[in-house]
């Protein structure tokens, strides 16, 4: 299996990264951060990092600094895939690199415009310049997979505004991107789908609540957080799927890391399966006192 994670530097994109590793697959980790030039986020984590990570699971990790904005680069990723692969089976759009551009509960009028326009750019335009560039690759041969990441389903995006225009339109846009290349990949045999992992124990949301992986339980926030998951719930999900012969009947859909668990029989690196966005639903939003121990 060649794979490539676009936006693999860390959270999401790591885990699946790692995931496809473990799977045995060849993978391409794209993004802005190295160990010699931090992205605009400037956080410490690298694709190097990452590509070593790939590999110490099982795989071939490959790191290439890539700004997902510039097409001419994503064009150079796409010939240099093609002259050391000749081919791609799975491409993962994870690009977001958006946190520090974004307020909750901030109508557009009170937010920045250029943070939210710029926000924009980076959660969808780099997917479709991404996608332009790869996608000639993929349909070579029968059989492709494209992930496209976003940040809630599209049923439950449709009746619930994501306190924020750009961050509301930035992922229900992803969720449709999912949809669109399943259309468009249809004639060549291949599946497009959208996948949305739960309330995720990333690098930037454990700094953020000032815990680590070995205390995370301990965090003051949202009752929510006690069914969240790491990175790697939702890697194991997006590997269970490229791996699956049947993966065309997940083809259209936008999917969480939990309904992909409950399908492959999944759990998360503690053996639990975290099922947060059904703890939204059926608790936290009704105002129910229930245990989230039992989503996990």
Request: negative net charge; glycine residues 10%; proline residues 3%.
């Amino acid at each position: 299996m060649i794979a490539l994670v676009a936006g693999a530097t860390r959270g999401t994109g790591r885990g699946i990264a790692v995931a496809l590793g473990a799977a045995g697959a060849t993978v391409y980790c794209t993004g802005r951060s190295t160990r010699e030039q931090r992205s605009e986020m400037n956080r410490p984590e690298t694709i190097e990092e990452t590509a070593e990570l790939v590999t110490a699971a099982g795989g071939t990790g490959v790191a290439v600094q890539v700004d997902h904005l510039d097409s001419a680069q994503v064009q150079a990723l796409a010939q240099r895939v093609d002259r050391e692969q000749g081919r791609l089976d799975v491409l993962v759009n994870d690009i977001w690199g958006s946190e520090h551009l974004w307020d909750w509960d901030t109508p557009v009028w009170k937010h920045d415009m250029d943070k939210g326009l710029r926000l924009l750019r980076l959660a969808i335009d780099t997917h479709i310049i991404t996608s332009r560039h790869l996608l000639p690759l993929m349909i070579r041969n029968e059989g492709g997979l494209v992930v496209e990441v976003t940040d809630g389903t599209w049923a439950f995006n449709e009746t619930r505004y994501r306190e924020n225009v750009y961050y509301d339109l930035a992922k229900m846009s992803v969720n449709r991107l999912g949809f669109a290349w399943s259309n468009e990949l249809r004639p060549y045999g291949g599946t497009g789908v959208a996948v949305t992992p739960g309330f995720l124990r990333s690098e930037s949301m454990l700094d953020n609540f000032g815990v680590t992986e070995d205390n995370w339980r301990e965090a003051e926030v949202d009752i929510a957080w006690q069914v969240s998951e790491t990175p790697a719930y939702v890697g194991r999900g997006v590997a269970a799927l490229a791996g699956d012969p049947d993966r065309q009947r997940w083809s259209g859909r936008s999917v969480s890391s939990e309904e992909l668990a409950e399908a492959y029989g999944l759990t998360d690196v503690d053996g639990s399966r975290p099922r947060v966005w059904s703890f939204i639903t059926e608790v936290r939003e009704p105002g129910k006192e229930i245990d989230p121990a039992g989503y996990r």
